[in-house]
């Protein structure tokens, strides 16, 4: 009703252009009564009559009389949508948070067991490979400092989990090392092995983990430089949507593109798993995107913008037509993304949303860190809650 009173709609033929309230965009609302439509975030997401949507319908009704006075009817019906609710296991839930941190040392031990150990030929005594994986990801996952930590660490010693205890100085250095990315990397896959069986639909996005350091910021509405902002770290990832399990990731500079990433995404994610649906926003709406799903034998629920054609033919026109003529159906699907946002949070609230280190590998190693704590806390929870039983040596060698 505010936007009906206030803000200026104009009507072009059948559709209305509706202003938004946050900013100053517009969106484009098709008023049907059968199949009303907007253009507008929250409909894309829910399929549910926005609150523009609305606004055109009051408009509609309003009736302006000859001596300029105005008469409203008010008779829109409102209707409350039914909230869907997912139950929750408490017990199972509840056993998988308390007893979590010795969980995720025993089976971030039995990761580490995988680790083929460098061979030395001359030089002082390494620390072991295993050891220093171990520590880096554990020190990540306990959010303090690595003089705090190191009471953990020598807790994970007396239970057995490491060789020998290194210094708190040793783990920033390790993480620091190019060698440790492909390392962390292979864990993150080998930790999603076990729900192979369970995750078949997956989502992508990206998302940035801030660092203590600075850059310069284009002030757009006074045209200067002298704006600082903090640096970031971009990590593009792909997570099934039912356990939020992280099959992919991908460390790029603070401004890459989005779209270009997913090919690479699936392709890593397919290795180990059967991907039958893949759900992205509009920024990985591309021909090439659209053909390296179908390539995989998978469905793509990408929505299209507003300037997009079917212009391009073949999935991409197929894909165009059945977005606008299937609404229903095609939100259906595409409300599945929404759990890749879940995955972030669930990543940036437990395990914080920057980073600590100062270098860009170091940044980039502490990132992946996180992702692989995050995955086997997922672990953790769907052992809880399905019985699920692990056994990364074995489910390795398989895939």
């Known amino acids: 009703m505010a936007i ?16 938004s309230q946050s900013g ?25 009559r926005c609150k ?30 039914t909230r869907k609710t997912y139950p929750q296991d408490w017990a199972a839930y509840n056993a998988a948070q308390t007893n979590e941190k010795h969980e995720f040392q025993s089976l971030l031990f039995d990761l580490c067991q995988g680790i083929e ?49 290194p210094h708190f100085n ?40 801030t660092t203590n350091r600075f850059v310069p910021w284009f002030d757009k509405k006074y045209r200067k430089w002298d704006k600082r902002e903090h640096d970031w770290v971009k990590a593009h990832m792909m997570c099934g949507v039912n356990t939020n399990i992280v099959t992919a990731i991908e460390i790029h500079e603070r ?31 591309s021909v090439n995107n659209h053909k390296a799903i179908a390539t995989h034998g998978a469905t793509a629920y990408i929505p299209f913008k507003s300037n997009h054609t079917g212009k391009a033919g073949g999935l991409w026109e197929k894909a165009f037509h059945f977005f606008h003529l299937n609404r229903s159906e095609f939100l259906s699907h595409y409300h599945q993304r929404s759990n890749v946002e879940s995955t972030v949070m669930m990543i940036k609230s437990k395990f ?31 052992v809880y809650e399905f019985g699920l039983d692990l056994n990364f040596e074995t489910r390795a060698k398989a895939a």
């Open 4 to 19: 009906a009173a206030m803000c200026k709609l104009t009507q072009k033929g059948s559709i209305w252009l509706v202003p």
């Open 24 to 48: 100053n965009r517009r969106y484009t609302v098709c008023p049907d009564p059968m199949n009303p439509h907007c253009t507008c975030p929250d409909h894309e997401e829910t399929g549910l």
């Open 52 to 81: 523009h949507i609305y606004a055109v319908q009051y408009v509609i009704q309003r009736e302006t009389h000859a001596d300029g006075s105005t008469t409203i009817t008010e008779r829109v019906t409102v209707t409350k949508a």
């Open 117 to 165: 150990e460098p061979e030395q030929q001359m030089g002082r005594p390494r620390l072991s490979l295993a050891d220093m994986v171990f520590a880096t990801t554990f020190k990540v996952y306990s959010t303090v400092s690595g003089r705090r930590f190191m009471s953990d660490l020598r807790d994970a010693y007396g239970r057995g989990y490491m060789t020998k205890v």
């Open 170 to 209: 040793s783990i920033f250095n390790y993480l620091e090392k190019p060698d440790l990315t492909p390392i962390l990397l292979n864990l993150i896959q080998t930790s999603a092995l076990p729900l192979k069986a369970l995750e078949t639909n997956f989502a992508v996005d990206s998302t940035g983990f």
């Open 255 to 285: 401004d890459a593109q989005d779209s270009p990433v997913l090919p690479s995404l699936l392709d890593t994610t397919a290795k180990n798993f059967d991907v039958r649906e893949v759900m992205a926003d509009k920024a990985y709406g």
């Open 352 to 382: 914080r949303d920057d980073v600590r280190s100062k270098t860009e590998t170091a940044m980039a190693n502490e990132v992946l860190c996180k992702i692989l704590c995050h995955n086997i806390c997922c672990l953790i929870q769907t």
